[in-house]
């Protein structure tokens, strides 16, 4: 099992800029979530999908777009970056039930 | 809906000493409580978990943590740290069988040689 993928691993846009940050699994798991990383905040929750076809919000979904037409994929959409979005972006699947988070490698983006 | 306080957000510790770190949480419902761990410039990795029975948890490297209900707290401990275990810690709370997980802000610890 290759777990959680994420690409690309760095990305430095310009303000205004569209693009799609990549997460896949290949554990079969129905829940999946996008979460970013700043110092001193820990974690926080932009979207998540308890399977295909559902999405949510989390806690910071302003500016982020998701869909999920399959139970592998769970592709992050950002419309028009902005500075505000620099950060390390982390992308999770679990198992029903919630009693563990898997993890992938992160994308570290820069927003100028 | 829970929330995490980590209070210490740097902890330095010579090496072969004792650590804790700290973690509360607040919730209205019963919770799953979990312990990160990011290596440098790695992703976060499961240390240990708490979801029901014993209140005592252990991971395989010689962490462990304690689950109190009436103190909302989920404190990590290691009797005796290595340069290895130089990595940020994140105390996390879920709602039984709830996958959205609330993270705290983390805890840098720093290793001393």
């Known amino acids: 099992n290759a777990g959680v993928t994420q690409t690309p691993k760095f990305q430095v846009l310009k303000t205004g800029q569209s693009m799609t940050l990549q997460c896949a699994q290949d554990?079969?798991?129905?829940?999946m979530s996008w979460y970013r990383q700043d110092p001193g905040m820990g974690l926080r929750l932009i979207h998540y999908?308890?399977?295909?076809?559902?999405?949510d919000q989390g806690e910071v979904p302003n500016g982020y777009n998701v869909s999920r037409s399959t139970t592998e994929d769970f592709p992050l959409r950002l419309l028009s970056a902005a500075p505000s979005q620099t950060s390390v972006y982390f992308c999770?699947?679990?198992?029903?039930?919630?009693?563990?988070?898997?993890f992938g490698p992160g994308t570290r983006l820069t927003v100028l | 809906a829970q929330s995490v306080t980590q209070l210490d957000s740097q902890v330095p510790v010579f090496e072969e000493a004792p650590v804790e770190l700290r973690c509360n949480y607040s919730?209205?419902?019963?919770?799953?409580l979990f312990w990160y761990v990011q290596y440098p410039n790695q992703g976060l990795q499961l240390l240990l978990k708490?979801?029901?029975?014993?209140?005592l948890v252990e991971s395989i490297n010689g962490f462990e943590a304690e689950f109190n209900k009436s103190q909302t707290s989920f404190h990590l401990r290691k009797p005796s740290v290595h340069i290895s275990d130089t990595a940020e810690y994140f105390c996390?709370?879920?709602?039984?069988?709830?996958?959205?997980?609330?993270f705290g802000t983390g805890t840098r610890l720093t290793i001393i040689p």
């Open positions: 999770a699947s679990s198992p029903p039930g919630g009693d563990t988070q898997y």
């Open positions: 554990m079969n798991h129905e829940y």
């Open positions: 999908s308890v399977g295909a076809g559902i999405t």
């Open positions: 919730s209205s419902v019963s919770v799953y």
């Open positions: 708490y979801l029901s029975g014993s209140t």
């Open positions: 996390a709370v879920s709602g039984w069988g709830n996958e959205k997980l609330t």
